[in-house]
């Protein structure tokens, strides 16, 4: 008992590092590295500089273990895995989400040794240990992207509004970069850092709408590369590509009001069950037993789970409407 509990204390202990490594390490050295380029630029010396000069190229920002980060470049998972980090705005690497991964479904594994017998819970919780990761990724993301949709139109309207003052396009997407707030001004100054290092304006907005995948980009960077090729007063295409924006989110939430009585309706089918048999354990837990004790009631609660899983996503898929 002891030895498991050293373990277990062993485990936890290496889940909290990483996640503590992986939430606060980067923005710790990002800044740091701030503080050290504001020294630079305000002790006003000019050293003559020996060895390499600086470089313009774009460093890859280098993880726990490089080999790692070097195999999953060159594969689909790990181009796939990259770009949930770049849509999710977390600071981390492809490899420290591999070792995370890894150290939760070790994590699951143990705790599912140490509180049960059962052959099937602890492969079970070495799954959903693993696989924890990267659903925190995939939920960031949707939140970061649902926040840059909001966005969007405030930083079309800054846009348009520079265009006809007078300001180049590129000079409108530094004014977008420096006012609007996270996301959607850090996405600009990626795209006007880019075209300002020498990349076609064209490819670095298809990498723009690459990055963040969202329908409305794609109609911004369709817009602006038509209207360069063709001509055309862009402020006002800007202003109509904002007007639809808006539009459809007024639409997108009338829609969400008529929905909302099929998602409730899904929320209460799944806790239903699960609350009404923790009360039947705790009024008759003799009964109740059964079903956790027998062969076929273990069959018949794993069945009920799966069934009130596909039952939930089913009425998400009936009730989702795309605007």
């Not at 099937?120 to 649902?146: D, E, H, S, Y």
């Not at 990498?207 to 590369?225: C, K, N, Q, S, Y």
């Not at 354990?281 to 009920?304: C, D, R, T, Y």
Request: glycine share 8%.
């Amino acid at each position: 008992m002891m030895i498991a509990l050293v373990v277990f204390a062993f485990v936890v202990a290496l889940v909290m590092g990483t996640f503590a490594a992986i939430s606060y390490l980067p923005g710790f050295l990002a800044t740091r590295e701030m503080d050290k380029r504001l020294k630079d630029v305000s002790s006003f010396r000019y050293e003559e500089t020996t060895g390499d000069a600086g470089t313009v190229v774009r460093q890859e920002k280098q993880g726990p273990l490089p080999m790692i980060d070097r195999v999953l470049q060159h594969s689909n998972a790990g181009t796939g895995l990259k770009r949930l980090i770049e849509k999710s705005g977390v600071e981390t690497t492809p490899s420290a989400i591999v070792m995370a991964a890894i150290a939760c479904g070790m994590a699951g594994w143990v705790i599912a040794m140490l509180f049960t017998t059962r052959p099937f819970v602890q492969p079970l919780l070495a799954v959903a240990g693993f696989l924890a990761p990267f659903l925190w990724l995939k939920r960031k993301a949707t939140k970061r992207l649902k926040r840059f949709e909001e966005q969007f139109p405030e930083a079309l309207d800054l846009l348009s509004r520079a265009i006809r003052a007078g300001h180049a396009f590129q000079t409108a997407m530094g004014m977008v970069a420096d006012e609007c707030p996270a996301p959607v001004g850090p996405e600009f100054k990626k795209t006007f850092d880019q075209q300002n290092y020498g990349l076609p304006l064209k490819d670095a907005l298809n990498e723009l709408a690459e990055r963040v995948g969202l329908l409305d980009v794609r109609f911004f960077v369709t817009a602006v590369l038509i209207q360069r090729d063709t001509g055309g007063n862009l402020s006002e295409i800007l202003d109509n590509l904002a007007h639809v924006v808006r539009e459809r989110f007024k639409i997108l939430r009338q829609v969400r009001v008529h929905t909302a009585h099929g998602r409730f309706t899904g929320y209460v089918l799944l806790g239903l069950p699960a609350l009404l048999a923790c009360a039947l354990m705790w009024i008759n837990p003799e009964h109740m037993g059964l079903l956790f004790s027998e062969k076929l009631g273990q069959m018949m609660v794993l069945g009920a789970i799966i069934m009130q899983t596909i039952g939930y996503f089913w009425i998400r898929q009936v009730i989702k409407i795309e605007v």
